[in-house]
């Protein structure tokens, strides 16, 4: 029952962010900042970026953390959603209901309650869809997410299983609102979680891809986030846990995923270069809209 549970959430999750994402991207054109092409410097900083955040976060006073990731979710939320909702009052007032439900539900049932992480999972997702659009429209191509997404297979793989950081961060988070992850929990038994970082490479990578190739991009993406963002992760839990007999801590989903979309990107690479924003079709080059 648990392991049809895990499956069925963890899969929901995955598509359906990145299916977010992907109509995000069909129907919204966020401005385009003026940063050039992606290089591989750019992917160095990135790395960089995800290295130092978690120590961040573990530096902070524990009542502290869940402030500063809801001022983080607020933050992306005004931003990525800003060509949706010109109206700056408007925006905000529904930002701050947001966020404000995702701590009356934990205030009010707790923090393994079905309410609660229906309304964290609903900020994270929307935050997903949010980044994955600035930086696929902001000139981010396939093959720099492609790289990301391996080097970032090695980082989740080393802080998982050597310096045991990961597990670190997730009790840091533990008892608190905010929790940078989606998930829903029923009662003690069961339970499904996907990190927000997982969520965010799952669209990335899906999103990059249909700009860059289209409809051939697009199902690639969507299989293998299924396939081993979704199905892999979950499957080797449970079939580690029946040989060994001892459920491991973690298994980073990264692993799975970092390689296999790296095979798919040289794989899609096979029908000639990436398509740029100016390419797309007419009925997807949208207007971008520009705030009141």
Not at 120 to 146: D, I, P
Not at 169 to 192: H, S, T
Request: proline letters at 7%.
């Amino acid at each position: 029952m648990t392991v049809f549970y895990q499956l069925a959430v963890t899969t929901a999750l995955a598509l359906a962010v990145v299916t977010g994402a992907i109509t995000y991207f069909r129907r919204i054109r966020t401005p385009r900042p003026p940063v050039g092409l992606f290089n591989g410097r750019d992917i160095f900083l990135m790395m960089g970026f995800v290295l130092a955040l978690p120590y961040v976060y573990l530096a902070l006073p524990g009542a502290t953390l869940p402030v500063v990731l809801a001022l983080v979710f607020a933050g992306g939320l005004s931003v990525g959603y800003t060509p949706v909702i010109a109206n700056g009052r408007l925006r905000w007032t529904l930002i701050v209901l947001l966020i404000a439900s995702v701590l009356v539900f934990h205030l009010a049932f707790g923090e393994t309650a079905a309410p609660y992480w229906v309304a964290n999972s609903c900020v994270v997702g929307l935050v997903v869809v949010s980044a994955t659009n600035l930086n696929v429209q902001g000139g981010m191509r396939l093959g720099n997410v492609a790289w990301f997404l391996l080097a970032l297979a090695v980082y989740d793989a080393f802080f998982a299983w050597v310096v045991p950081l990961t597990e670190e961060l997730a009790d840091a988070v533990q008892g608190y609102p905010y929790a940078p992850a989606a998930g829903l929990r029923i009662g003690e038994d069961l339970g499904a979680v996907v990190g927000m970082g997982d969520l965010l490479a799952y669209a990335l990578f899906t999103t990059a891809a249909y700009k860059a190739y289209g409809k051939a991009g697009l199902t690639t993406g969507l299989a293998l986030v299924t396939l081993f963002g979704a199905v892999a992760p979950v499957a080797a839990l449970h079939l580690i846990t029946a040989v060994t007999g001892h459920a491991p801590a973690l298994i980073p989903a990264q692993v799975f995923f970092g390689p296999a979309a790296f095979i798919g990107y040289v794989l899609l690479r096979r029908r000639g270069p990436e398509r740029r924003m100016v390419e797309l079709p007419p009925l997807e080059r949208a207007t971008a809209v520009v705030p009141a």
